[in-house]
């Protein structure tokens, strides 16, 4: 039932640009969607890529640390000696007004901070791979944080999409119907009063 207006044509030029908006809304809030979601689909894909390749080099990885355990003991004096890592840097990018992550850990030359009597190969191996591994969760991070960002837009722009969809658009096509009929109403109902005077008028003068 389209909300009751008073059928004017002020009220129909209001409907009506009401309407354009309305349209003009759905289809930036459809271009929207399908943008981020498209975003989001590559970004899944490299996060699936970026999971293969840290499950095998984490494998690898543990595996050298299991060898080396065995051959120098579990308390590894080495390990403690390998600094935290703290230069990983955050900043932000733009996708439709959707914020999201861009995490980059510069790379720099892997160099030994335990003595080699600490240690062995395998150790080295494990530390090797281990220190791989940062660089690809920190990219695993800024992906999955992204895709979490881009998923819950999706789901505010799908919701405002289907408001002007199924809600604003029927409810101003439905205005604009009732005022034109509603007018036309009138017009017809003024056409046909003033032909009765015309004719009334004619009588008279034929007399």
């Known amino acids: 039932m389209a909300e009751q207006v008073f059928p004017t044509k002020g009220n129909l030029m209001k409907a009506k640009r009401s309407l354009r908006q309305a349209r003009l809304g759905y289809e930036l809030m459809d271009r929207k969607r399908n943008i981020l ?46 600094p ?3 230069r ?20 720099a030359p892997l160099k030994a901070h335990y003595s080699m009597s ?9 530390y090797i791979k281990f220190n791989e591994t940062k660089y690809i969760a920190a990219t695993i991070a800024e992906i999955e944080n992204s895709i979490y960002r881009l998923a ?13 969809q199924n809600i604003l658009i029927p409810k101003y ?10 007018l036309e109403e009138k017009d017809r109902e003024e056409f046909s009063r003033q032909k009765v005077i015309k004719s009334r008028k004619t009588g008279q003068a034929e007399r």
Do not use: C, H
């Not at 990885?61 to 003991?73: E, F, K, S």
């Not at 096509?173 to 509603?182: K, S």
């Open 37 to 82: 979601i498209r975003e989001m689909v590559e970004l899944s894909d490299r996060a699936k890529e970026l999971e293969g390749t840290i499950e095998k080099v984490f494998a690898e990885a543990y595996l050298a640390l299991q060898r080396a355990n065995i051959m120098l003991g579990v308390n590894v004096p080495a390990a403690g000696q390998i």
């Open 84 to 86: 935290i890592e703290d």
């Open 88 to 107: 990983a840097q955050l900043s932000y990018r733009s996708v439709m007004g959707v914020v999201i992550p861009r995490v980059v850990l510069p790379r």
């Open 118 to 126: 600490q240690a062995n190969s395998q150790f080295d191996v494990a």
């Open 152 to 164: 819950v837009a999706v789901k505010k722009t799908q919701k405002r999409a289907n408001a002007l």
């Open 173 to 182: 096509l439905e205005q604009v119907a009732f005022i034109t009929g509603a």
